[in-house]
């Protein structure tokens, strides 16, 4: 059973895999780059909640579109390297 890969797992980001699985990534339709729509009743350019929400989203796509399969099946901490947690004290 299982599956087998067509590509390289260096080749194959966790983002297109989540895309795969779950379609767009956006928090907001606001945000997508594949799946826009415009907000009703909201000037984007002023918008705070998109605002706030594109800043994370934008961090999200940085992580997951540098990390790949292969990353995750060698590498038992990949987010350590954008310093989002530090290393346990005893290691």
Do not use: H, W
């Not at 299982?2 to 390289?8: R, V």
């Not at 895309?19 to 928090?27: E, N, Q, S, V």
């Not at 998109?50 to 060698?74: N, P």
């Amino acid at each position: 059973g299982g599956y087998e890969l067509i590509k390289e797992s260096r080749r194959i980001s966790l983002a297109e895999v989540l895309r795969l699985i779950d379609g767009p990534l956006a928090p907001l339709p606001c945000l997508s780059r594949r799946a826009y729509q415009r907000c009703e009743n909201c000037d984007e350019a002023t918008c705070p909640v998109r605002a706030v929400f594109g800043g994370f989203y934008a961090a999200y796509l940085l992580m997951i579109e540098s990390l790949t399969l292969a990353d995750l099946q060698e590498d038992s901490r990949p987010l350590e390297r954008f310093g989002l947690f530090e290393a346990s004290a005893g290691e």
